[in-house]
Nanobody
């Protein structure tokens, strides 16, 4: 069974940085696409950063220039580097991965979420 496990969330002051990590556990062939979403209290889940397979990374306008999505296929890892954090970045962050399973079928999965709180 494939699972995504996130880490790296926490409390940070405005202007600070955090690096979120997401590891894909279980047998897979490769990661195809990777995304990070977030959901703030009382708001809908929104796409923060996307890295399509062989395509150009995309970012929400609110995080462009501050956040960077990256991945390490060899380690089955997905990262989100967040710099110059603002209070409005406070949310639960979720990784979402589409991958090629051990049986060569595509599958997708969500992480459990990690809370990021930006506050002084």
């Amino acid at each position: 069974q494939v699972q995504l496990v996130e880490s790296g969330g926490g409390l940070v002051q405005p202007g600070g940085s955090l690096r979120l990590s997401c590891v894909v556990s279980g047998r897979i062939r490769s990661i195809d696409t990777m995304d990070w979403y977030r959901q703030a209290p009382g708001k809908q889940r929104e796409l923060v950063a996307a890295m399509p397979s062989g395509g150009t990374t995309n970012y929400a306008d609110s995080v462009k220039g501050r956040f960077t999505i990256s991945g390490d296929n060899a380690k089955n890892m997905v990262y989100l580097q967040m710099n110059s954090l603002k209070p409005e970045d406070t949310a639960v962050y979720y990784c979402h991965v589409r991958m090629v399973g051990a049986d060569y079928r595509y599958l997708q999965s969500w992480g459990q979420g990690t809370l990021v709180t930006v506050s002084s």
